[in-house]
């Protein structure tokens, strides 16, 4: 998992992307994100639709889209394995979206 501060005044749209590499993996995995307010308090994770990987595949690029809240302090990112298996994962990035 990786680490990112900032001090959100605002409503953003975030696409955020990653190299993945899975073996063995038997639930459905993939990208994760949570983003964190104030005193730590959870304010939103990444949609359970993008728990795509599965299986065994070569690097694949998967992407998730999140809106990340006013009051947005942490964010953190990696990968979610959901049971047995193994999942590379790199070359994380961070894209702002227009809201529309």
């Known amino acids: 998992m990786s680490n990112l501060r900032f001090n959100q005044v605002f409503t953003l749209l975030m696409r955020v992307s990653a190299m993945i590499k899975s073996k063995g993996v038997v639930i459905p995995s993939g990208v994760a994100v949570r983003l964190l307010?104030?005193?730590?308090?959870?304010?939103?994770?990444?949609?359970?639709?993008?728990?795509?990987?599965?299986?065994?595949?070569?690097?694949?690029?998967?992407?998730?889209?999140?809106?990340?809240?006013?009051?947005?302090?942490?964010?953190?990112?990696?990968?979610?394995?959901?049971?047995?298996?193994t999942i590379w994962i790199d070359d994380i990035h961070w894209e702002p979206m227009e809201n529309k």
């Open 37 to 85: 307010g104030r005193n730590f308090k959870g304010l939103a994770h990444e949609p359970t639709q993008s728990h795509t990987v599965r299986g065994e595949s070569a690097w694949k690029k998967y992407e998730v889209i999140i809106d990340v809240p006013q009051g947005t302090e942490l964010v953190s990112n990696g990968v979610k394995l959901n049971g047995p298996g």
